[in-house]
């Protein structure tokens, strides 16, 4: 059965530095989202993409975070100077039509600013 | 504004008891879905079940079942004969047709199971 995939599964980085997290949507899927998990608490909305650009967005998804389909396979969020705060499960998911489908997940990049 | 609430924060049960998670949603649209997430101690979050809003048949799945009542805005799952591999943190979630393309996800109900 075909999959999200994100890598890398565990990011450290300092803080006030940039990451790149990836994610490869499933392939005939149309509507790629970011979500963020603080560690146990809710999942919580950043952002979603149809049709090469942004659809919608939360408060959290501010000028620190860019998203991109560079390439048409992957599926990128950026943050662009991290702070402790961001520490956090990052989830992309996608589906493949729209608001009637089941996200389908990928297993998450945990994210450990110090 | 959409918005899941499921206000059993924790639960434990003893192995082989009936559970029921609660869920009530809020929605200014009349055409949106319910879901339900299970999110092991992995950490992946793996989708159960989808409900339209014009559906309120209630469905079974093996030892899962789900109760979906418009009159009250509720989708409530019930795991009949729990096992210890059913301990998870259980999501729900609403996706409006008319308000915009994201998921709302309630606040978990982590779910422990004791042998």
């Known amino acids: 059965e075909p999959e999200v995939t994100q890598t890398p599964s565990h990011q450290v980085t300092q803080m006030g530095q940039e990451v790149i997290l990836r994610c490869v949507p499933i392939?005939?899927?149309?509507?790629f989202y970011w979500y963020r998990q603080i560690l146990g608490q809710k999942v919580e909305f950043l952002v979603s993409f149809y049709n090469n650009e942004i659809s919608e967005k939360s408060e959290i998804f501010d000028d620190q975070f860019s998203v991109e389909r560079p390439d048409g396979s992957n599926f990128t969020l950026k943050i662009r100077s991290t702070k402790l705060e961001d520490s956090a499960m990052y989830f992309c998911a996608s589906i493949e039509s729209s608001y009637n489908s089941p996200l389908h997940f990928g297993n998450g990049t945990r994210l450990t600013v110090t | 504004a959409q918005k899941v609430t499921q206000a059993q924060t924790e639960i434990s049960v003893v192995e082989k008891e009936d559970v029921t998670l609660d869920c009530v949603y809020e929605t200014r649209d009349t055409t949106y879905y319910l879901f339900w997430y299970k999110q092991p101690p992995s950490g992946e979050l793996v989708f159960l079940i989808r409900r339209n809003s014009f559906d309120e048949q209630n469905e079974i799945s093996g030892r899962y079942s789900w109760n979906f009542q418009k009159s009250t805005s509720s989708f409530n799952f019930t795991i009949t004969a729990s096992q210890v591999v059913d301990s998870a943190v259980y999501f729900c979630?609403?996706?409006?047709?008319?308000?915009?393309?994201?998921?709302?996800f309630g606040p978990g109900t982590r779910l422990s199971v004791l042998p």
């Open positions: 392939s005939n899927h149309l509507y």
């Open positions: 979630a609403l996706s409006e047709a008319n308000y915009g393309q994201n998921f709302v």
